[in-house]
């Protein structure tokens, strides 16, 4: 009988746990503005992904995550349908797509509809990886130094995600190698031999598009010059 209690005591618990958190993100989610295209999607994705149980949360292949010998890609969002073009896309023109792993990070806010979306829409037999930026207690502490720096409003250069490519040695300490990409992306032919590429030594190799070199600066505003460069660079660690 008093087995029979503490069960039923537990599984009470769990259950307030489980709508306490639930409660506390949709309270946040409140003060978020949404496109009213996405706002369905959106709040379909996280009723869906408070619905199924905390295991089946789970991402599958979890081995895969931190294996060098892999094909890593990376990519830092809160845009969940942008974000899966360039995982599918990448996905569907590798050779061997059991050798892609895709890590993806995003806020605490989109996690769960960012999570659900790929656990529902797994991207063939590529691995998935998602996480919050909030996981990274480090970042807070140079993000801020690096506004009080810069003294930017702009939502380009105050968004987090933005500055974690700065930082990827930390957010990935054991990985070798790994490719970045924005996830505007459209990948059209598969990308493996980016691993077979010598380096000579660097520690970051760039891809510049024909139509403005690399090394030319399109605007005065330095900031700019810097995102608009990270839109189509991809990163080798």
């Known amino acids: 009988m008093v087995e029979k209690l503490c069960a039923m005591t537990y599984n009470a618990e769990e259950q307030v746990r489980k709508q306490t958190k639930q409660d506390t993100f949709l309270k946040e989610l409140v003060g978020r503005t949404i496109p009213k295209d996405l706002h369905c999607l959106f709040m379909r994705l996280i009723a869906e992904y408070f619905a199924i149980e905390t295991e089946k949360q789970e991402f599958p292949t979890k081995y895969k995550v931190q294996d060098p010998d892999l094909h890593h890609f990376a990519v830092f969002s809160d845009n969940i349908l942008a974000s899966s073009v360039v995982v599918n896309s990448t996905t569907s023109t590798a050779t061997d797509p059991e050798r892609v792993v895709f890590h993806i990070v995003t806020d605490s806010l989109n996690l769960p509809a960012m999570s659900i979306w790929f656990l529902l829409n ?65 990948v059209q032919k598969d990308l493996a ?25 399109p605007n005065k505003d330095k900031r700019a010059d810097k995102r608009n460069i990270l839109l189509y660079l991809v990163f080798l660690v």
């Not at 691995?127 to 939502?155: C, M």
């Not at 520690?203 to 510049?208: F, R």
């Open 122 to 186: 797994p991207p063939g037999k590529a691995t998935i990886h998602i996480e919050s930026i909030d996981n990274f207690g480090w970042l807070s502490i140079r993000y801020n130094a690096t506004l009080q720096k810069e003294g930017s409003v702009d939502p380009r250069y105050i968004s987090a995600l933005n500055h974690l490519c700065s930082y990827l040695p930390d957010v990935f300490p054991l990985l070798i190698k790994i490719v970045l990409l924005d996830h505007d992306v459209v």
């Open 193 to 217: 031999g980016l691993w077979s590429i010598d380096m000579r030594g660097k520690v970051i190799g760039a891809v510049e598009r024909k139509e403005q070199p690399l090394l030319r600066r």
